[in-house]
């Protein structure tokens, strides 16, 4: 039987977080789902978000250079 994941809450630029019945926190942003994240705490949820728009702004950064 695997944990099942209840939704806790969305972030502003598409970041999803739920919780396991474990008590851990699964991370994922909806512009690339199968990309996800498990993490202790509900603060390192909040900054795995934010890791991923990094993440995300910095590749279109790199392409807008590379366009450039």
């Given at each position: 039987m695997g944990?099942?994941?209840s939704y806790v809450g969305e972030t502003g630029?598409?970041?999803l977080i739920y919780r396991e019945t474990t008590g851990r926190y699964v991370v994922s942003h909806e512009q690339q789902p199968h990309r996800r994240r498990r993490v202790a705490t509900l603060a390192s949820a909040y900054?795995?978000?934010q890791g991923f728009?990094?993440?995300r702004l910095n590749s279109g950064l790199v392409?807008?250079?590379a366009a450039g």
């Open positions: 944990n099942e994941l630029n598409g970041c900054a795995t978000c728009e990094m993440g392409a807008a250079q």
